[in-house]
Every structure is written in structure tokens, then in C-alpha cells.
């Protein structure tokens, strides 16, 4: 039977609705399909797994706007509600010593996710990740962590690994292929002296499972009229530019550890 290939898409800052990933997951569904061909008898080449995080924090957020609210007449309320939305996702997020709550409760979020991805798709199925805006730093960190946990530098709470399983494909041997779009993780560098590389993709493990599968990162900034333009930030999962080479990187992936099995 052929080998299938995992595919977890992380949402960005702001409000998400749970369905954010449908539209993507179902073109990049018809492209692959074009690209590859439709065998009904054939078992499912890609599964998809949304990594919805926005409910950790919205309650904290709408609580905020709330109190805010409560305080008399605001100006500008909606440029203040969209401050509230964005802003404090990013703020929230960022563990400061000795407190991490929100990180490790996001972090849970993506450990299950990729759990009942290796449920779908199989312990060891290639793991192609697509993320975007703060989900990009969310998928850095959360893939660093696994990359450098060690008894003398525990980076994974209890509570995460415990969601993790033991599956290569969730404890992120299998990582393959990283896209990043409207990436703030640049930004993030500035809080350390020596930032090098925040996470190797592909995974240093992932030649023990595919000796042939070779994995990279992929910085995306959509086409012409949209990468130098602020304004296009939440547009990503729509473009076609975007689209395009992340359905080739997929195929590309399938192919290789399908034919090396043939």
C-alpha cells in the first residue's frame, strides 16, 4: 500500500474561525489530484490536519475587550478591537521566565494535532507543515523544542509531551517540509544575541525513516502585487502563487518515498 503523506496547516494571529483551513486543504486537494491523477480504489495519498490554537487564548482576549469596554466610551473602537485581536495573540503567546501557561497550552494544542495526524496518515508519514503569521513562530518553537529537548535542557512540559505519543511522525522525526508566509520570525530574533537557526528542517532524523527523501524550508511571499504589500498579510491561503509550489513540494514528497518503496 503506499505511503501516505501528512499535511498540518497552523493559522496565524487574529480571530479564527475552526473551518480556517477548509478552503486550502480543499485546493490543494483538487491540485494534487491534477497533478497526480484519481484512482477511487486507491487509499488517500494526503491527509490534512488543522492546528486550531485561537481558543487558548480568545476567552483571555474577549475578557480584555470586555473590561475595556466597561471603562466608558472608546474612540476609535474598531482600530482598538483589531489592536486587542492581533497584538495580544503575539504578547500572549511569548513565554517570560517563569511563566509559560499560554506557550505550553498552544503547544498542547499542536502535540495533539500532530497526534491524531500520525492516526490518519501512519506513525511514519512524511510530515509537510504549512504555517502562517504568528503560526510560523508557533511551528519554530514548538519543532525547536523537540530538536533540543535533553535532560539538561528540558524544553517540552509534561503536559505536551504527554500529548505527543510516541509516533516519529508527532514527535517531528518525519518533518520534510516547512512553508512559512507573512513570517514575523526575523523579528523574533532580535531577543537573542545569537539566533542562528531556529529549527532544521529537514528533520536530522528523517534519513533514518527515508534515505532518500529530501526535505527543505520554504519562505513563500505570494505573487508580484502581493509580497511587498502590507495589506496582503491574511490573504496567503488564497494565492495562487502560493498554492502552486506548495502542491508541487507535496507530490514531490509522495513520489519519492512511493517509488522508493515500488
Avoid at 18 to 25: L, V
Avoid at 219 to 231: C, I, K, Q
Wanted: hydrophobic share 40%.
Amino acid at each position: 500500500m503506499p505511503q501516505s503523506v501528512a499535511v498540518a496547516i497552523v493559522h496565524g494571529i487574529g480571530r479564527q474561525k475552526e473551518d480556517f483551513a477548509s478552503a486550502i486543504i480543499q485546493q490543494l486537494r483538487r491540485r494534487v489530484r491534477q497533478q497526480l491523477g484519481e484512482d477511487p480504489q486507491e487509499a488517500p495519498r494526503f491527509f490534512f490536519q488543522p492546528v486550531y490554537w485561537a481558543p487558548v487564548l480568545q476567552n483571555e482576549e474577549d475578557e480584555l475587550w470586555s473590561r475595556l469596554r466597561k471603562g466608558g466610551s472608546l474612540g476609535w473602537t474598531g482600530l482598538r478591537e483589531f489592536m486587542v485581536d492581533f497584538a495580544a495573540d503575539a504578547i500572549a503567546y511569548q513565554p517570560i521566565e517563569g511563566r509559560r501557561d499560554a506557550y505550553d497550552r498552544v503547544h498542547g494544542v499542536f502535540a495533539d494535532s500532530l497526534r491524531r495526524l500520525a492516526q490518519q496518515a501512519g506513525p511514519r508519514a512524511p510530515l509537510c507543515v504549512i504555517s502562517h503569521s504568528l503560526g510560523t513562530v508557533i511551528a519554530c518553537n514548538f519543532f525547536y523544542d523537540l530538536q533540543a529537548h535533553s535532560a539538561e535542557k528540558p524544553l517540552i512540559a509534561p503536559t505536551v509531551r504527554q500529548k505527543l505519543g510516541d509516533a516519529p511522525l508527532a514527535c517531528g522525526e518525519t518533518l520534510t517540509l516547512f512553508y512559512t508566509m507573512g513570517s514575523p520570525v526575523a523579528l523574533w530574533s532580535l531577543r537573542y544575541e545569537n539566533f542562528g537557526k531556529p529549527v532544521h528542517v529537514p528533520s536530522p532524523k528523517l534519513h533514518s525513516h527515508y534515505p532518500n527523501l529530501a526535505g527543505e524550508w520554504v519562505v513563500l511571499v505570494g505573487g508580484p502585487l502581493a509580497f511587498w504589500n502590507p495589506l496582503s498579510h491574511m490573504a496567503y491561503f488564497g494565492d495562487t502563487d502560493v498554492l502552486g509550489p506548495i502542491a508541487e513540494g507535496l507530490v514531490g514528497v509522495w513520489q519519492t518515498i512511493n517509488t522508493a518503496q515500488g
